[in-house]
T-cell receptor, first 114, second 114 residues
């Protein structure tokens, strides 16, 4: 595609529910990243994929968060037992490879946990 | 741990003014530095990418410089326009970090008044 796309654009859920956020990277980009941005803050790294495998998941805040990229393209970020503190904008980015390539970001998914 | 600071947090200028946004980072062992623009409720748009071996990059009215040894970068915007109003974020990729994760500053919110 022309750019990174993310769905849904907005998600409102209740505390304790499970949510899935989807990211479609730019075609041909092997590297994919998830970040989380709270209001008034810069994005914070969550997880990075190279191909199908999670090369670095050290940014995931706890075991309620999990992400997959089964075919090396689309990725899904999964959050179990959501908490109000999970409310944020979740951003996805992709790059051609690694080695310092420019990262291109999607529009984000705004998650609100009531 | 790499920390990125942006000064000022907010800036308001009249149209036509030249301006400088500042970014500093604590660990000079970076691979590259990237400047982004973020419009309200939107994702990040990449503006300029400077590799650690470079001193500056230019794109139109934008010029970004990098002084790795002192841990500083500046984004210069010439002849500012109301359409430049947005939040500007800088991010660094640390050389020792696997997989190109970016560490972001908190951003500078720029308002250009007509």
């Amino acid at each position: 595609g022309a750019g990174v796309s993310q769905t849904p654009s907005n998600k409102v859920t209740e505390k304790g529910k499970y949510v899935e956020l989807r990211c479609d990277p730019i075609s041909g980009h092997t590297a994919l990243y998830w970040y989380r941005q709270s209001l008034g803050q810069g994005p914070e790294f969550l997880i990075y994929f190279q191909g199908t495998g999670a090369a670095d998941d050290s940014g995931l805040p706890n075991d309620r968060f999990f992400a997959v990229r089964p075919e090396g393209s689309v990725s899904t970020l999964k959050i179990q037992r959501t908490e109000r503190g999970d409310s944020a904008v979740y951003l996805c980015a992709s790059s051609l490879g690694t080695s310092g390539d420019e990262q291109f970001f999607g529009p984000g998914t705004r998650l609100t946990v009531l | 741990k790499q920390e990125v600071t942006q000064i000022p947090a907010a800036l308001s200028v009249p149209e036509g003014e030249n301006l400088v946004l500042n970014c500093s980072f604590t660990d000079s062992a970076i691979y590259n530095l990237q400047w982004f623009r973020q419009d309200p409720g939107k994702g990040l748009t990449s503006l300029l990418l400077i590799q650690s071996s470079q001193r500056e990059q230019t794109s139109g009215r934008l010029n970004a410089s990098l002084d790795k040894s002192s841990g500083r970068s500046t984004l210069y915007i010439a002849a500012s326009q109301p359409g430049d109003s947005a939040t500007y974020l800088c991010a660094v990729r640390h050389r020792e970090t696997s997989g190109s994760r970016l560490t972001f500053g908190e951003g500078t919110q720029l308002t250009v008044n007509p």
